[in-house]
């Protein structure tokens, strides 16, 4: 299977921390793949990384063959890697549509010299990328009294805007309810493989990865320790370990949320 991201070595230290230390992984074409690991466990640096806001002490990133290590983030957006955030970031004061047509304005690079008729421009195109979320009911609704669920879909929508091959999801079902995560992930899964987008995602509900992971990568103290299937994963014993001291990851996990 073609590789559409390959991770060589990547290593971030701040200060003497070894936030991520040596990871190596690939991603391969319309693979959902999901990045576990306890919290500091350098997720979320790893994200930073990949996508341009920090710079790696070490390493490199291969983005369709091509090294994406020194470029600036909105570059690395413009080649096709899009991006949804731990904390959802949207434009309260707007309404729905208008948020994902600030996102395509943006896109097209019309976003400073057409602002006067913000409000007429690529309404159509906004529409679809909310119906593809479910949204197109809430189109004309004000974000900041959009629930928090929906504000995620409504991210996912953003995201979509830029035809990405690829999207890094950080926490994607972070602050839902567990019906909710598992309607969000489902949307998820079933756009992008219409559209074979690639996916890595960081989770901390083992149901959402488990249920919709092709493949598992396990981050601790900065070193991947594991890297395979879900049953793999699921009866890793030094997975087991690092989430509960020698438990099970399942149950343990359904206990703790
Ligand atoms: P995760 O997303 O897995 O919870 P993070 O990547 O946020 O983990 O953090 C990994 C480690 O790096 C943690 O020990 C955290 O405190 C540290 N860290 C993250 N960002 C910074 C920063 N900007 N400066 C200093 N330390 C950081
Ligand atoms: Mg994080």
């Not at 230290?13 to 190596?24: D, I, P, T, W, Y």
């Not at 790696?56 to 890697?81: C, H, M, S």
């Not at 047509?101 to 690079?109: E, P, V």
């Not at 974000?143 to 091959?165: M, S, V, W």
Request: proline share 3%; hydrophobic share 40%.
């Amino acid at each position: 299977m073609n590789h559409i991201l390959e991770v060589r070595n990547l290593s971030k230290s701040f200060h003497g921390l070894r936030a991520v230390h040596e990871v190596n992984f690939d991603v391969s074409e319309g693979e959902l793949l999901a990045l576990i690991g306890p919290n500091g466990a350098g997720k979320s640096t790893c994200f930073n990384m990949l996508m341009g806001q920090l710079k790696p002490t070490a390493g490199e990133v291969y983005f369709q063959g091509e090294n994406l290590v020194g470029k600036y983030p909105r570059d690395i957006w413009r080649k096709g890697i899009g991006r949804t955030f731990q904390i959802t970031a949207t434009y309260s004061s707007m309404t729905v549509v208008e948020n994902v047509q600030m996102a395509l304005m943006s896109f097209h690079r019309r976003i400073y010299s057409m602002l006067p008729y913000a409000h007429k421009m690529y309404k159509k195109e906004a529409l679809t990328f909310l119906e593809m979320v479910g949204l197109a009911s809430q189109a004309e609704r004000h974000c900041a009294i959009l629930a928090y669920g929906d504000l995620k879909r409504l991210e996912l929508a953003i995201a979509l805007c830029h035809n990405p091959t690829l999207l890094l999801m950080d926490e994607p079902t972070a602050g839902m309810a567990p019906t909710e995560r598992e309607s969000v992930m489902q949307l998820t899964a079933d756009i992008v493989r219409e559209k074979n987008i690639s996916v890595l995602f960081t989770e901390h509900d083992m149901d959402v990865v488990f249920g919709h992971a092709h493949r598992i990568l396990v981050l601790n103290r900065g070193e991947l320790i594991a890297n395979g299937s879900v049953d793999d994963i699921r009866n890793n014993p030094v997975v087991q370990e690092v989430y509960l001291g020698g438990g099970n990851l399942f149950e343990s996990d359904k206990a703790a949320s």
